[in-house]
């Protein structure tokens, strides 16, 4: 079980820049794929993006190609999620997630088994 706790959240004003952290507790960390998913009030979780366990693969959702990136130090045990030309339907609790059984990545929630408690990214016009 991996623990994960996200922080970077906020107000910013359209346009802006806000980067997300995921520190995670377990030590083999680099075992874990990694995820980032939103919900805005009264939508169903949405992915976000992924990454794969070294790194070297990611995926996005077609909103945010091109204007997020994610990233991973194993190192330090962290994912991030650098959100750039951030829009107003941005705005949504963001949440990391860890998946240590596919073998691909993927854009489902039930494929991840462990979950932060989310931070909140808010984005005025």
């Known amino acids: 079980q991996v623990q994960l706790v996200e922080s970077g959240g906020g107000l910013v004003q359209a346009g802006g820049s806000l980067r997300l952290s995921c520190a995670a507790s377990?030590?083999?960390?680099?075992?874990?794929?990694m995820g980032w998913f939103r919900q805005a009030p009264g939508k169903e979780r949405e992915f976000v993006a992924a990454?794969?366990?070294?790194?070297?693969?990611?995926y996005y959702a077609d909103s945010v190609r091109g204007r997020f990136t994610i990233s991973r130090d194993n190192a330090k045990g962290t994912v991030y999620l650098q959100m750039n030309s951030l829009k107003p339907e941005d705005t949504a609790v963001y949440y990391c997630?860890?998946?240590?059984?596919?073998?691909?990545?993927?854009?489902?929630?039930?494929?991840?088994?462990?979950w932060g408690q989310g931070t909140q990214v808010t984005v005025s016009s």
């Open positions: 997630a860890a998946d240590g059984d596919s073998l691909v990545l993927t854009t489902f929630s039930f494929a991840y088994e462990d």
């Open positions: 377990a030590r083999t960390f680099s075992n874990y794929a």
């Open positions: 990454i794969s366990w070294s790194g070297s693969d990611a």
